[in-house]
């Protein structure tokens, strides 16, 4: 899953894809090197982020969906509901929901419209993050891993319970969000659990500031060697999708691996995006 982020204040790229012309680039990019999903949102969620309200979303990204679905898979990472419905109405046939069901109204919409709907595990608005990485480190007792699942299954029985197919619903942990360094490591340490408990498991370690632990003074853009150990890392524990912001990069790694572990030497077939 590659990321187009149409926001002038995300936390590692914003204001690159803000135009519609450098959106629509940003989706050619991503599909070029070999996204397999475009992953569009037009509200930032880092922390301290103020809600966008669903006119102004739409006024960034509805266009942005209507020219990616033409060309590929779609998801539309939003937490509104009028924001999820109008663009799965434009083609997007995914939803990333950052709230982990904060609004029913947004499962009532993927269902209305037989779309999939990723869950991220959080706690609290963007508005309410006090900063990157920071969080009480016994927010979550002895066991991040089991309180992150037993909150998000509580969020997936909301959900199915709106008309959502249980087979059309993803997990993803929420690393970084309301979750410390530390919490998000440890997340990634015990990954195979969540994999085990969930058959769709979505994983964006993607530049994300839990990657200090490793690189102190990086910047996000410098986090590039740790975000792909971290996807490695995620697909071997049996996560179905990464969420990343360098496609290319990424997809170089894991197919190398795919290489390294194939008894035949070829590389798994991957959708037709006009990739060798």
Same mark, same amino acid.
């Given at each position: 899953?590659?990321?187009?982020?149409?926001?002038?204040?995300?936390?590692?790229?914003?204001?690159?894809?803000?135009?519609?012309?450098?959106?629509?680039?940003?989706?050619?990019?991503?599909?070029?090197?070999?996204?397999?999903?475009?992953?569009?949102?037009?509200?930032?969620?880092?922390?301290?982020?103020?809600?966008?309200?669903?006119?102004?979303?739409?006024?960034?990204?509805?266009?942005?969906?209507?020219?990616?679905?033409?060309?590929?898979?779609?998801?539309?990472?939003?937490?509104?509901?009028?924001?999820? =419905?109008?663009?799965?109405?434009?083609?997007?046939?995914?939803?990333?929901?950052?709230?982990?069901?904060?609004?029913?109204?947004?499962?009532?919409?993927?269902?209305?419209?037989?779309?999939?709907?990723?869950?991220?595990?959080?706690?609290?608005?963007?508005?309410?993050?006090?900063?990157f990485s920071e969080y009480p480190e016994d927010?979550?007792?002895?066991?991040?891993?089991? =309180?992150?699942?037993?909150?998000?299954?509580?969020?997936?029985?909301?959900?199915? =319970?709106?008309?959502?197919?249980?087979?059309?619903?993803?997990?993803?942990?929420?690393?970084?969000?309301?979750?410390?360094?530390?919490?998000?490591?440890?997340?990634?340490?015990?990954?195979?659990?969540?994999?085990?408990?969930?058959?769709?498991?979505?994983?964006?370690?993607?530049?994300?500031?839990?990657?200090?632990?490793?690189?102190?003074? =990086?910047?996000?853009?410098?986090?590039?060697?740790?975000?792909?150990?971290?996807a490695l890392e995620a697909r071997r524990a049996?996560?179905?999708?990464?969420?990343?912001?360098?496609?290319?990069?990424?997809?170089?790694?894991?197919?190398?691996?795919?290489?390294?572990?194939?008894?035949?030497?070829?590389?798994?077939?991957?959708?037709?995006?006009?990739?060798?």
């Open positions: 899953m590659g990321i187009c982020n149409v926001t002038p204040d995300s936390f590692s790229d914003g204001g690159r894809h803000f135009t519609p012309a450098d959106a629509r680039a940003r989706v050619d990019e991503l599909l070029a090197e070999g996204a397999d999903i475009v992953d569009i949102g037009g509200e930032s969620t880092r922390p301290g982020a103020t809600p966008l309200p669903a006119k102004e979303q739409l006024a960034r990204v509805l266009e942005v969906v209507r020219y990616a679905a033409q060309r590929g898979c779609v998801s539309i990472d939003t937490t509104s509901a009028e924001v999820a =419905a109008a663009c799965l109405d434009a083609g997007a046939s995914v939803v990333n929901d950052v709230s982990c069901l904060r609004d029913p109204a947004l499962a009532q919409a993927c269902a209305a419209n037989g779309a999939a709907l990723v869950l991220m595990h959080s706690r609290g608005t963007q508005a309410e993050m006090k900063g927010a979550y007792g002895d066991d991040v891993v089991g =309180a992150v699942l037993a909150e998000w299954r509580s969020a997936a029985a909301r959900a199915i =319970a709106l008309g959502v197919d249980a087979a059309a619903l993803a997990l993803d942990p929420g690393l970084g969000f309301a979750k410390s360094a530390k919490q998000s490591m440890q997340i990634m340490r015990e990954l195979r659990r969540l994999c085990d408990a969930h058959p769709r498991v979505l994983v964006g370690a993607s530049r994300k500031s839990f990657l200090k632990l490793v690189a102190p003074s =990086a910047t996000p853009e410098q986090r590039l060697g740790a975000s792909i150990a971290a049996g996560a179905s999708v990464v969420r990343v912001h360098d496609v290319r990069e990424t997809r170089q790694a894991l197919d190398f691996e795919s290489l390294c572990n194939n008894p035949d030497g070829r590389c798994p077939s991957r959708p037709p995006h006009g990739r060798t």
